[in-house]
């Protein structure tokens, strides 16, 4: 043991010599870690975005996967870095955010076409903001002209150009974010209506006198009465400074550059700073219901009467917490001032009620860790088919398939926790419940009747699972929990027809699945002579078509009656309407055929495999068609996968075929021998 | 020897006619749900669902005769009654079965009732507007108004159905006693537009007024297209005749003298009577904020019958029901609409006979499932873990 572990903890101690030697916060360079405290307080922090309020936390992970194919990256010094990390070096060190690798490109086709160097790049690389700005103006002018192409008629390379167009323009809204922070501001002339800080809040917080004094000297003073109602006029005429009253040209012209100089500056660091939602509105939420960033600041000072004065304290914090960027203390002094400023706002507003459950929810990371737990459970099931007579590891198995179950679980409560929602309200969301579902179903069935097949089905179907909606995730590369559709904001019936249809797609998979066991077990020998634990897989196969049966009949006509309440008839023949009577009619016609012995348990395999093949068709295929009512269904770029998909179980299905002509001749050849 | 009748019911009420016809439905509704990228969702609906037979092109080439859901569905009931109710045994044990299929058979008959029975269209109302009539989606009629004093108006109505046979060449003429003229139709087309006759297309075409009737390709939202037709008015007492071009988008009817009257010839959607008027009193559209998601569409309206009003909210899912009509938030405009300019907006109006139809079937429907699937459950666990059975239990 000794031998082994000195040098390991060598190279422990050595790395994290390394680590702690690096300077947390050096000059203007990057930090290499942020405080705990700070990534804490900014993972917390409440932002509007996409129409909900989430923490900046959730914000960075979604901006980041959506750039970066992943939650983390590597700066360029090798790091391995969460995005909430990038996100604070991007806001606070845009100067070394511009060299991390977070831009990833699928081929060497689009980084040509935007005249981008790729040397020593792979062709699926990533490539930082400064490698592609001598490609940004192409990549940009690309990027608007594919846009005009409908998406089912643009190339690979063209989908990818309008993707990375899109990740450039979002990059560097959060790169440029701050500048209006960073920014000197022309207040120094004497013909302003001064003094003013040069802080761009300050100049806000003088935008009325400011336009007064632009009016002013565009109109002269008399103006001024007609404009304001003399009252105000009078109030106005004190805060101007003294030249402007009675000017002459000279003043006049260095007084309008002055104005405009500052305004045009403002004007330009208010775009800039447009991107993020970071600020509550002072009025309540029935009134003000959207969140400002300083661009909208900037609009609402200078061409409404809305007051701002809340709005601009926490304006002035964000302000102070950018000036503080290189000290440490202060910055965590300052950032806990503009945190407690925000949050406490938000949740004047009742609006943060859910912040802080939302972040243990991403940092918990259920579903990455159920995965994890399948495999490992995959690897113990395969462990007690290796050993047969193991009566320990058959009882172990479903046990153990409790617990990244529970995590699940636990996963999808939380989501419905942080939403207020019932378990369905997303495509991806269809992939965790089903999956929930078909495993627990598959568990229900090995604890009824221990014949192992249910649990190694179950460990296979939550693997994939999970798998599939990792990879949904990080395909479409937004938030999860996206805001509601009107036609969709009606938790009862999201609770009943969403919930049972998803219900009936699981079985009817977990019944394929079971499917695909009967058929290639008969294909391949496995138990050959074992008809018992054939009669058992067909035995599960009905059962659970019942089961998906019940539910997909009841998902069914609860979606009629739901198509009733919203859009005024109860069937329309609408393709999602069709995937779904599909299902209901391929089961019945299995089950009546089964009812009829039309087909035997050969036969119920195969049309469970095909029925399989039905709802993977109304689940995702239908999507892909682009019509019907349920657009905010849609989905594209998965045909591929689909065409493998419909490839592999027809290889299935033909081998269903080839196994029943092989059992025919057996019974022949039985029957031969027992008739000589 | 059975008998032919009972030879009948045998096969009414198979198993296996069940089955064909349950797989029929699904490669019917299977082609349907995919030649709806091609057709549009009504055209479809009309020929592949609203129908007893349907020619599929497979390919776009192949003909692949199909009987139709209305014939589908028919012979589902009949087989549904014969085998699944009248024939089925009556015991404890298919109590559940027997019980779904009477929803089944329900959930049809609504659907026929439905079919048959139902009217449906829209009303589109800016705020302070008001309506006593809706416009159907589809269905188009020719209108023929005589024009009197003081605004007085009798109105006739050829519905659209009786003349678009002239889109495949040929005429109609339509006779009544109450009109001084006959009405001849022809040279419908179901999206059409009128053009100079000047133009460079304009050469051949049958002209009138210095137009022709350019018919246009169908558009897959059928709600969309157009219709236009020719129409000949000949006068009972001098045997004179007029031209005309009628097309649905134009902005005033056809006028014509006809017995020293004066009479209106229009093409437009059929528009039918509500026994009551329909106020929109105010429209909200709210977005969920900083995006363009809708959050809320609503419409409040006063409903006005006999002097008496009364106030209701329609919005997603929450429709208002009166008298047998129910009036849904369907959708609102202009589309491009800039923030302050008036919204008008669109409510779905229905008079369905079977409207409940659907919900006392699906209750029946769950609950015979339910009730058969949970017996099958509790028995299949009894047998699995009698004593003395070996694991998995003989069925």
Sequence with gaps: ?676 | MKRPARKLFDLCASTGVACVLFLLLFVLTFLGTVEQVQSGLYDVQQRYFHSLFVVHWAGGVVPLPLPGAYLLMTLLLVNLICGGIVRMRKDWARAGVLVTHVGIALLLVGGFVRARSAVEGHMTLYEGERADEFESYYEWEMAIAEVKAGGECTEYAIPGAEFAGTASGGSMTFVREELPFDLTVSGYARNAVPRPASGPMGGGARTVDGFYLEPLVAVKQAEQNIPGVYVTVRDHKTGGSHEAILWGMQRCPAVIESGGRRWAVDLRKVRRQLPFTIALDKFTRELHPRTSIPKVFMSEVTKIEDGASEQARISMNEPFRYRGYTFYQASWGPPNAQPGQPLYSTLAVVRNPAENAPLYASVVIVFGLGLHFGVRLWRHLRTEHLPGRPAGGAR
């Design chain 1, 1 to 676: 043991m000794m031998r082994w572990n000195a040098p390991v903890v060598a190279l422990v101690a050595a790395v994290w010599a390394a680590f702690a030697a690096m300077p947390a916060r050096a000059g203007a360079a990057p930090p290499i870690t942020w405080d705990e405290e700070v990534v804490e307080l900014f993972s917390t922090l409440p932002i509007q975005s996409e129409g909900r309020i989430k923490p900046l936390s959730t914000y960075a992970a979604f901006k980041l996967l959506k750039l970066n194919g992943r939650r983390t990256y590597r700066d360029p010094e090798g790091w391995k870095r969460d995005s909430m990390e990038w996100l604070l070096d991007c806001l606070f060190f845009p100067e070394a955010a511009r060299d991390y690798p977070v831009f990833l490109i699928e081929n060497y086709d689009t980084a040509d076409a935007i005249g981008v160097a790729r040397d020593g790049k792979k062709k699926r690389d990533r490539y930082s903001y400064a490698e592609l700005l001598p490609g940004r103006d192409r990549l940009l002018s690309l990027g608007e002209q594919y846009s005009g192409v409908p998406a089912k008629e643009r190339t690979y390379t063209q989908s990818q150009l309008v993707n990375l167009a899109s990740n450039l323009r979002e990059f560097e809204q959060i790169l440029l974010y701050l500048d209006f922070a960073r920014c000197s501001y022309p207040v120094e002339s004497p013909v302003l209506p001064g003094p003013i800080e040069n802080r761009l809040s300050a100049v806000l917080e003088r935008a009325p006198v400011l336009r007064v004094a632009l009016a002013v000297l565009d109109h002269g003073m008399e103006s001024l009465g007609q404009l304001l109602g003399e009252e105000e006029a009078r109030r106005m005429r004190a805060a101007l400074p003294e030249g402007i009253a009675e000017p002459d040209e000279a003043t006049r012209a260095a007084g309008r550059e002055a104005i405009r100089a500052l305004l045009d500056e403002v004007d330009e660091m208010g775009l800039r700073a447009a991107g993020l939602a970071l600020f509550p509105p002072s009025a309540p939420r029935d009134v003000a219901a959207e969140w400002l960033a300083p661009g909208d600041m900037v609009s609402l000072a200078f061409f409404s009467d809305r007051p701002i004065d809340g709005e601009l304290a926490l304006l002035r914090d964000l302000e102070d917490l950018a000036a503080a960027r290189d000290d440490e203390a202060r910055f965590t002094e300052c950032l806990r001032r503009f945190h407690g400023g925000v949050a406490g706002r938000a949740r004047s507003r009742g609006e943060y009620d859910t912040i802080r459950t939302e972040v243990t929810f991403y940092k918990a990371k259920f579903f990455h860790r159920s995965l994890v737990l399948f495999l490992a459970c995959f690897l113990f099931v395969a462990i007690m088919w290796m050993r047969p007579g193991s009566r320990a590891l058959a009882r172990l198995a479903p046990v153990a398939l409790l617990a990244p179950t529970g995590l699940l679980l636990a996963g999808i409560v939380f989501r419905c926790v942080i939403r207020g929602r019932p378990p369905v309200t997303t495509l991806y969301e269809t992939i965790l419940f089903a999956t929930l579902v078909a495993v627990s179903v598959s568990l229900f069935i090995e604890f009824m009747n221990r014949r192992k097949t249910a649990v190694s089905v179950a460990v296979v179907l939550g693997v994939a699972g999970l798998f599939l909606a990792n990879k949904y995730e990080v395909r479409e590369g937004v938030d999860t929990m996206p805001s509601m559709v009107a036609v969709l904001d009606t938790n009862f019936w999201l609770s009943t027809h969403v919930t049972t249809i998803i219900m009936g797609y699981a079985a009817g998979l977990l019944a394929a699945a079971l499917g695909h066991v009967y058929i290639l077990g008969r294909a391949a020998g496995f138990k050959r002579g074992d008809e018992g634990f054939y009669d058992a897989v067909a035995r599960m196969v009905y059962g659970v078509t019942c089961f998906g049966f019940l539910f997909a009949t009841m998902g069914t006509v609860l979606g009629g009656i739901w198509a009733a309440q919203s859009w005024g008839r109860f069937w329309g023949w609408d393709p999602k309407e069709n995937g779904a009577l599909m299902i209901v009619l391929w089961q019945a016609a299995v089950l009546h055929a089964r009812k009829g012995g039309y087909i035997r348990d050969l036969g119920l395999g195969a049309s469970a495999v095909f029925g399989g093949m039905v709802i993977v068709f109304s689940w995702w295929g239908i999507n892909l068609l682009g019509v019907g009512l349920h657009s905010y269904g849609f989905t594209s770029g998965i045909l591929h996968s689909l065409l493998a998909f419909y490839a592999i179980e027809t290889v299935v299905l033909l081998a269903a075929g080839a196994v029943g002509l092989r059992m025919k001749r057996c019974d022949a050849g039985v029957a031969n021998s027992a008739r000589s």
